[in-house]
């Protein structure tokens, strides 16, 4: 097992980083979030990291609630 932060962005360039900011900011470790999604046509530019942290966002809030 590596020390520190494992990612992977597969072509979405930043996207892992973003995560793992959001969960060092919450001082968790130890957990796995997958972010997916599909090109469906339309390119979201900036909006695709907006995305990924609503995802990371809806991981935390659920977290919190247990």
């Given at each position: 097992?590596?020390?520190?932060?494992?990612?992977n962005d597969d072509g979405e360039s930043?996207?892992?980083?973003?995560?793992?900011?959001?969960?060092?900011?919450?001082?968790?470790?130890?957990?796995?979030?997958?972010?997916?999604?599909?090109?469906?046509?339309?390119?979201?530019?900036?909006?695709?990291?907006?995305?990924?942290?609503?995802?990371?966002?809806?991981?935390?809030?659920?977290?919190?609630?247990?």
């Amino acid at each position: 097992m590596p020390d520190g932060p494992l990612k992977n962005d597969d072509g979405e360039s930043g996207a892992g980083m973003v995560i793992v900011r959001m969960l060092e900011r919450e001082g968790l470790q130890g957990h796995i979030i997958v972010v997916t999604r599909w090109f469906g046509g339309t390119k979201l530019g900036g909006d695709r990291f907006r995305r990924v942290q609503d995802a990371v966002r809806v991981y935390l809030d659920d977290l919190g609630k247990k």
